[in-house]
């Protein structure tokens, strides 16, 4: 069973339903029972940095997930989630994260850039994987975001997007691992992204 | 790279889809579940469902399509008429779509953009403008279905929808739209020099060239009704000749 973590960041149906095309069962929660018991965590996400790390602590949620981590459980942050799981951010302020993969969130700022970096755009590997097992580098996901991650290592970077600068599209560090695009969105390559996650849980 | 976005847009009256007879494959075209799921395995990037529903009543058959297309499909969409609200914004996101289109209700009450943006954030406005050309050289904002002119300058209407928050714009050209004759390539281009945020093409494309040149001039997608519903143009075709013709493109 993947907890999703309910707190009010949005839809979290599209997540659960592209879970189960690829044969996981999920589950919206915000019980830390539940997270507990999970097999991975979903910290998924859409809206404002510091509202989303607001809620967290409303709710109660940051020693669960940390205490999640630390036994080894695997965490997937989805696009806001996966920024959250950086040192800070700089949307609209300066604003503390999650802190498990060292790094910043910070705006893109290239003259003349359409921004949100919004649509599909193709994955470049950094690393290897196997969480892109099957993806290659004619494979699109779809973006929408208008800060993106500067890891302190691009090593923590398994594949990027070429938007003005190299966007980490999947990062990875241990356990904790993160998709700023929308793999419940990114149509069949996004099914493949997310059935490796399925293998490396099973 | 970033691509070029092609994206099919559907009427919805009373649950069904308003045109588009002429598909073989698919068992049932006036259903919007199905048709959305057709355009998906052809490559569409994403799709725009308008809710011409007249009246009030019938919303709540609309919101259970919305949550239908939502299970089925697993690229983006976008859900326009009838929103006015903030309340509005919240129903059919909850119900599963990525974006929301406003269009007059935004003329009226620029604030909603706004609040909708900070409430839900910018990614999921969609600012969705209908424009004529005035015969002075620019555009005019026109609202409820095309009918009315606001007398708005329609590219200072798109910085300000930018300003207040809005993710995107959609740029419907009435002079353009129905007639095939291709997009409104200078408004197009104006538009795209204006503005930092995306914006999506609307309004007269009849040919695969069309669309060709709107993405060439700066627009980041283009959208398109009667061409794909008649089959005039498939779009696996149409991304195959986008490629050809070196536009970045998502080829499936």
């Not at chain 1, 659960?16 to 019980?31: A, H």
Request: proline share 3%; aromatic share 8%; charged share 25%.
């Amino acid at each position: 069973m993947i907890a999703i973590v309910d707190y009010d960041v949005g839809n979290l149906k599209n997540v659960y339903t592209t879970l189960g095309d690829v044969g996981l069962e999920g589950v919206i929660t915000r019980d830390k029972k539940v997270l507990d018991n999970a097999d991975a965590i979903i910290l998924p996400g859409v809206g404002a940095f510091s509202d989303a790390m607001e809620n967290l602590r409303k709710y109660d949620l940051i020693d669960s997930l940390e205490s999640n981590i630390k036994k080894g459980k695997t965490l997937l942050g989805i696009c806001l989630g996966m920024q959250l799981l950086f040192d800070k951010s700089y949307e609209d302020g300066e604003f503390q994260g999650l802190g498990y993969i060292p790094g910043e969130i910070v705006k893109f700022s290239a003259p003349g850039l359409k921004i949100p970096h919004m649509g599909w755009n193709n994955l470049i590997i950094n690393r290897d994987s196997p969480l892109v097992h099957n993806i290659g580098s004619e494979d699109y996901v779809y973006f929408v975001h208008s800060y993106y991650a500067n890891p302190e290592n691009f090593d923590d970077v398994v594949a990027y997007a070429d938007y003005s600068v190299k966007v980490p599209g999947i990062v990875q560090r241990d356990n904790v691992i993160g998709m700023q695009f929308h793999p419940e969105k990114s149509s069949n390559v996004g099914l493949q992204l997310l059935k490796n996650i399925k293998e490396i849980l099973s | 790279m970033l691509t070029k976005r092609i994206i099919p847009c559907l009427d919805v009256d009373n649950g069904r889809v308003v045109k588009g007879k002429k598909f073989m494959n698919i068992q049932d075209v006036a259903d919007p579940v199905e048709l959305g799921r057709y355009y998906s395995d052809q490559g569409a990037d994403e799709l725009v469902f308008y809710d011409i529903t007249a009246t009030y009543e019938n919303r709540d058959i609309f919101i259970d399509i919305v949550e239908k297309v939502a299970e089925a499909i697993r690229i983006p969409f976008t859900i326009g008429g009838g929103i006015s609200k903030v309340e509005d914004f919240r129903r059919v996101l909850m119900a599963g779509a990525d974006k929301v289109s406003v269009n007059s209700s935004a003329v009226n009450n620029p604030q909603l953009i706004r609040d909708a943006a900070l409430k839900f954030g910018a990614q999921c406005v969609v600012l969705s403008i209908d424009a004529k050309r005035n015969g002075h050289g620019s555009w005019d904002v026109y609202v409820k279905g095309g009918r009315e002119n606001t007398f708005i300058d329609a590219i200072e209407w798109a910085k300000r929808g930018q300003d207040l928050g809005a993710g995107e714009i959609c740029i419907n050209s009435i002079d353009a739209d129905g007639v095939k004759k291709g997009y409104d390539l200078e408004l197009n281009k104006l538009l795209s020099e204006s503005l930092t945020i995306p914006i999506i093409a609307s309004g007269g494309a009849g040919t695969m060239k069309d669309f060709a040149d709107v993405l060439n001039v700066g627009a980041d997608a283009a959208l398109a009704a009667s061409v794909f519903h008649y089959k005039q143009i498939p779009i696996r075709d149409l991304k195959n000749y986008l490629f050809n013709q070196k536009i970045p493109i998502r080829k499936i």
